[in-house]
């Protein structure tokens, strides 16, 4: 009997190819990510070592972890000290690896198997703070691994979404090392009387930028003050830890004003020290050192101002310049392409709201398809043949979990998400990132674009622009990041139409391509016969407007809600046209304390902005004139609602 057959020879073929390629490219890159030392000659405790390598399986350190650890394995006596570390590198193993070998000192067992607990074994001795519940189980995980051997060191973490009363009772039993995400933490600092926490050695932010700049500044700023600057136990000054791939000029402002002498790991800038270098600096402790590092540190971080983001070398970067019409079609054909490229294909793909995932992920999860409509033929078939996921805040937390669990586990998959999964998550072997909405701040694209090509891995990244958006490129470009254009056509060409494959010579438009305005058609036919994904469709088009008119400072030049033809919009999301206003009120409504409600004559449209400004508007109906207008009222800009109001509605009879 002979052997069974692989159905699709050439995909075995591809696939053994590029397992050679990603060999050979292992290989290549593993002198710019490993350093040429052990773990055990940066000073680590043997154990911890045994732990490394066995358990985690690392057998060497990363080039960060080999700069940062005997840095801050000296302790509080340096000054800030420089790291250039791109994402994926191992900049959480270079932080939690010198608290553990300082922690597991302080071996308490016989207290403890006596039923005794001495008071320090309650006391916080380390905190973690990061930006996303996802980070937080991430570093979690990777406590409870590396401390499989060191049981009297209690990790622990508390974040939103889960039982306070839980974490309380966690929190009284006492952890060593937690990991937390700031509203959550903050809420224990008030209210849970049995948390100590006047032993912290060490305060990690981990996503430091996106901490301090983001949100969280106001929380960030009350935890310090609940914790204050020292360690209270010992009256020892803490070290605070700062760490991401783009800590940049705005970040080391906002810790200077609230923290004391924070070491930074991941700062950004081509001119790196050597690793001799920043060994050298860290054994020394004389204050003629530390000034001098402080002067050649402050013009480094300058320079990281206006300096390159340092994104992995191997990973490939392209954009795709798409007709806003067309993106929705465009989109779905590369995931397609992509995942019928390889059998084993992780693709994220990054979305600007949590409406604009659900849509997507819904509309791929159902949608069904055939390139012969109306003929004997019309077998329809599953769009997309891979298991599909979707990660945002607004989903409750058991389903965040559950997803990205069972994502990290998927060989083949899809992961529709918001910019929560976009720092510091480690999902193994991503192959592509999918930017179909612009990321807006450059250190973001960095971040989405660092979910692939970890650690030497190869991985490429798209970036979805309308024609009018190009511009981004060279914001882009100011950090040295530089793209290449997709072959867009290739691909869409290679989509057998009616039986036949599209001519590359005749179709130049992408929304007049053939494979596209019938893609196009069957999506908005589909959504007209499913009414819960339409809804959807139009909660994800409202969103994605608001979102646009969000974009901040200098990125308003690049993505102008002027510029945008909010047909094409709604056609983006399979909507032949866009929704009415009341629908866009409504959903702006839940957004920005608009109300639209029916009044005794008629429409209502009651507007609340800060400082309150009530317009209420007695018409029996009403029609715009231009949405825009309409839009930049919404973005809170009172002068141009007073000016405009009058002029932007009309009564219609
Ligand atoms: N010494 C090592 N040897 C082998 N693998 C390692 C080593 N250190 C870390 N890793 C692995 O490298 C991957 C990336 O590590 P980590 O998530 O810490 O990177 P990062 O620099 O924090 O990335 P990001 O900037 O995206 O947060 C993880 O899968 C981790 O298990």
């Known amino acids: 009997m002979g052997t069974k057959r692989s159905q699709n020879p050439s995909k075995e073929v591809m696939e053994k190819?590029?397992?050679?390629?990603?060999?050979?490219?292992?290989?290549?890159?593993?002198?710019?990510?490993?350093?040429?030392?052990?773990?055990?000659?940066?000073?680590?405790?043997?154990t911890l070592c045994d732990e490394l390598r066995e358990r985690m399986g690392y057998e060497v350190p990363t080039l960060v972890q080999a700069q940062a650890i005997p840095v801050i394995l000296a302790g509080r006596h340096v000054n800030r000290r420089l790291v250039n570390a791109a994402t994926g590198t191992g900049k959480t193993i270079a932080y939690l690896a010198p608290i553990i070998h300082h922690l597991q000192n302080y071996d308490n067992r016989i207290q403890r198997s006596d039923g005794t607990y001495e008071l320090i074994d309650l006391l916080a001795t380390a905190l973690v703070l990061v930006p996303t519940?996802?980070?937080?189980?991430?570093?979690?995980e990777i406590l409870q691994k590396l401390l499989h051997r060191f049981h009297w060191i209690v990790p622990g973490y508390v974040m939103g979404g889960e039982k306070r009363s839980k974490e309380k009772a966690r929190l009284r039993k006492g952890m060593s090392i937690i990991v937390a995400t700031p509203g959550r933490l903050l809420d224990h600092l008030k209210n849970t009387s049995s948390f100590l926490y006047t032993n912290l050695c060490w305060i990690i932010f981990d996503e430091a930028d996106r901490i301090l700049e983001l949100g969280f500044g106001k929380e960030i700023k009350e935890i310090l003050d609940h914790i204050g600057t020292t360690n209270q136990e010992n009256a020892v000054p803490r070290q605070n830890l700062l760490l991401s791939a783009t800590l940049n000029e705005k970040v080391n402002h906002l810790a200077k004003i609230s923290l004391e002498d924070p070491v930074m790991i991941g700062l950004d800038g081509k001119r790196t020290e050597p690793i001799s270098k920043i060994e050298s600096l860290g054994s020394s402790d004389?204050?003629?050192?530390?000034?001098?590092?402080?002067?050649?540190?402050?013009?480094?971080?300058?320079?990281?101002?206006?300096?390159?983001?340092?994104?992995?070398?191997?990973?490939?970067?392209?954009?795709?310049?798409?007709?806003?019409g067309a993106r929705l079609a465009v989109l779905l054909s590369i995931l397609k392409y992509l995942s019928e490229r390889e059998a084993s294909q992780k693709i994220v793909v990054f979305f600007s709201t949590c409406d604009a995932v659900d849509f997507h992920f819904s509309l791929l999860s159902e949608f069904q398809f055939?390139?012969?409509?109306?003929?004997?033929?019309?077998?329809?078939?599953?769009?997309?043949?891979?298991?599909?996921?979707?990660?945002?805040?607004?989903?409750?937390?058991?389903?965040?979990?559950?997803t990205f669990q069972t994502f990290k586990t998927e060989k083949s998959a899809l992961l529709f998400s918001t910019d929560v999964a976009a720092r510091g998550l480690d999902f193994p072997k991503v192959r592509c990132i999918i930017q179909y909405d612009s990321p807006g701040e450059a250190t973001e694209y960095v971040h989405r674009v660092g979910r692939t090509a970890r650690l030497g891995e190869r991985g490429?990244?798209?970036?979805?622009?309308?024609?009018?958006?190009?511009?981004?490129?060279?914001?882009?470009?100011?950090?040295?990041?530089s793209l290449t254009e997709y072959p867009l056509l290739k691909v869409l060409d290679s989509f057998p139409l009616r039986g036949q494959k599209n001519d590359i010579k005749k179709f130049v438009a992408i929304d007049l391509h053939p494979w596209v305005v019938c893609l196009q058609k069957a999506l908005e036919a589909f959504i007209m016969s499913k009414p819960k994904i339409d809804k959807l469709a139009k909660g994800g088009f409202c969103s994605w407007v608001r979102a646009y008119t969000a974009h901040r400072g200098e990125l308003k030049r690049i993505f102008m809600i002027k510029k945008l033809h909010l047909g094409h919009v709604a056609k983006s999301f399979a909507l032949k046209q866009q929704p009415s206003l009341e629908i866009m009120v409504a959903q702006f409504c839940l957004l920005k304390s608009l109300m639209i409600t029916n009044g005794e004559s008629g429409c209502v449209l009651r507007v609340q902005i800060f400082p309150p400004v009530h317009l209420t508007c007695n018409h029996t109906s009403w029609?715009?004139?231009?949405?825009?207008?309409?839009?930049?009222?919404?973005?809170?800009?009172?002068?141009?609602?007073?000016?405009?109001?009058?002029?932007?509605?009309?009564?219609?009879k």
Request: hydrophobic share 30%; charged share 25%.
């Open 17 to 46: 190819k590029t397992k050679k390629k990603d060999a050979l490219n292992g290989e290549s890159n593993k002198g710019t990510i490993f350093a040429s030392c052990s773990f055990s000659s940066l000073g680590l405790h043997p």
């Open 133 to 140: 519940r996802e980070l937080c189980l991430q570093v979690y």
């Open 286 to 324: 004389s204050d003629e050192d530390n000034e001098y590092n402080e002067e050649k540190n402050h013009s480094k971080i300058l320079d990281s101002q206006i300096g390159d983001y340092n994104v992995p070398t191997q990973l490939i970067q392209r954009y795709v310049k798409v007709p806003c």
């Open 370 to 402: 055939s390139s012969y409509p109306q003929s004997e033929t019309d077998v329809r078939q599953m769009f997309m043949g891979c298991k599909m996921f979707r990660l945002h805040g607004n989903m409750d937390q058991e389903d965040r979990r559950k």
């Open 460 to 481: 490429e990244s798209l970036l979805f622009l309308q024609p009018v958006e190009i511009d981004y490129l060279q914001d882009l470009a100011k950090h040295g990041v």
């Open 623 to 652: 029609k715009i004139l231009s949405l825009s207008q309409v839009l930049q009222c919404m973005n809170y800009e009172a002068p141009v609602l007073k000016d405009h109001m009058h002029s932007i509605f009309y009564r219609s």
